[in-house]
């Protein structure tokens, strides 16, 4: 266990707020890596010492099953080499370990963690062209630091009805894969990281998803977030903190266009020049602090439809609607969100639109092109 601590640094709850350890510490390498083969099990320290190109008919290319185990890919890469095999395997993890340093690359399953691998540390690594990227089979908490996700069908995922955990993401870049991550049944927490020109950034199905200081560019979509009516599933909540939300198509796909998660919260962050406006239905918002500016809509907000359906409740407090096509902010009937203290400007529909809302006060609305607003009260500076 202290083995496992010292090399893993804290469990995923203790690691979220604190200073990781630093994860290039030195190890003594007991197996040096010019022995290590395809199909090799690994029970001590490694480093490669070249490029594995190994056959997807392998059943991984390389397992750890000793714990505390650091494997260092030493600037090299792990690859399928030859026809591509549904559901070959990378690197396979079945105990608390890190590997770090080096590039995972063409697999059905790049990397992935079994029952065992309660506590993962994923450092400085490329995840690379693979089916599914990181591929959670067991109860796993990852710590993911520096790392780069690019062009997997799926970058961060799970095997479907048999997985949970958490994905801690730090200073990290996704870019080209056609769904960044997925929560289902697991807790997604990203701090100054990076994503761009994916196809879809998070898939929030069962969890909750929280961004920090973080940029979401160019991508076709920000998130699909569904309401899985009676079903099991059902996002707990999406939170944005002081993230930039930009020139993205869509903050959701066409077939999927309303987020419908338990709890919206959004804090001192910028959705900017995106092609859609932002579409609610939940039970709570925290709105604070935003502002959305030129998005051909801006937020939208609603009640989440289920077997017993409230009107939508929370704060609106503090944010500039500013230069949106259509209405700055609307909030449809029922919803009774608190609206205080906004500015709209030069919307082309309402600047707030909000009959049913309770007016908090201090909203400032004008130049806005179908109104300035209707249900609160607004001075026009």
């Not at 190994?54 to 505390?68: E, S, W």
């Not at 991550?181 to 199905?205: K, Q, R």
Request: glycine fraction near 12%; charge should be negative; include cysteine.
């Amino acid at each position: 266990m202290a083995m496992s601590t010292l090399l893993l640094g804290a469990t995923a709850a203790q690691a979220r707020d604190a200073v990781p350890f630093d994860a290039d510490a030195k190890v003594a390498y007991s197996l040096g890596g010019a022995t290590v083969q395809c199909g090799d099990t690994l029970t001590q320290h490694t480093k490669l010492t070249r490029d594995l190109n190994c056959p997807g008919t392998l059943p991984y290319a390389l397992r750890v099953t000793g714990a505390g185990v650091v494997l260092d890919l030493g600037g090299y890469t792990v690859r399928r080499a030859g026809p591509e095999v549904i559901g070959s395997q990378g690197i396979v993890l079945e105990a608390d370990s890190m590997v770090r340093n080096g590039t995972i690359q063409g697999f059905g399953f790049g990397l992935v963690t079994r029952l065992n691998a309660l506590y993962v540390r994923l450092h400085k690594l490329t995840i690379l062209d693979n089916g599914g990227g990181v591929y959670n089979q067991g109860a796993t908490n990852f710590l993911i630091t520096e790392c780069r996700v690019s062009g997997n069908g799926q970058g961060l995922t799970r095997e479907f009805d048999a997985a949970t955990g958490s994905f801690d993401v730090r200073s990290s870049v996704f870019t080209h894969n056609e769904l960044a991550m997925i929560a289902d049944y697991h807790s997604i927490d990203v701090l100054d990281s990076t994503f761009t020109s994916n196809g879809n950034v998070v898939f929030c199905w069962e969890g909750s998803v929280r961004f920090r200081s973080s940029t979401i560019a160019w991508n076709a979509s920000v998130s699909t977030i569904p309401n899985d009516g009676d079903g099991p599933r059902v996002c707990g909540q999406m939170r944005f903190e002081n993230t930039l939300i930009a020139n993205n198509t869509a903050f959701a796909p066409p077939a999927v266009p309303v987020w419908e998660p338990l709890r919206l919260s959004m804090i001192d962050s910028l959705a900017v020049n995106n092609g859609s406006s932002l579409q609610a239905a939940a039970e709570t918002v925290y709105i604070d602090g935003n502002t959305f500016y030129d998005n051909a809509g801006g937020l939208i907000l609603s009640d989440r439809p289920g077997p017993f359906t409230v009107p939508l409740t929370g704060i609106v407090r503090g944010n500039q609607f500013l230069a949106n096509d259509s209405d700055g902010l609307r909030v449809l009937a029922p919803s009774t969100p608190t609206v205080i203290s906004n500015v709209a400007l030069g919307n082309t529909g309402f600047g707030i639109y909000a009959p049913t809302a309770f007016d908090g006060g201090g909203n400032v609305a004008r130049d806005n092109g179908a109104g300035d607003c209707v249900g609160i009260l607004c001075a026009p500076y």
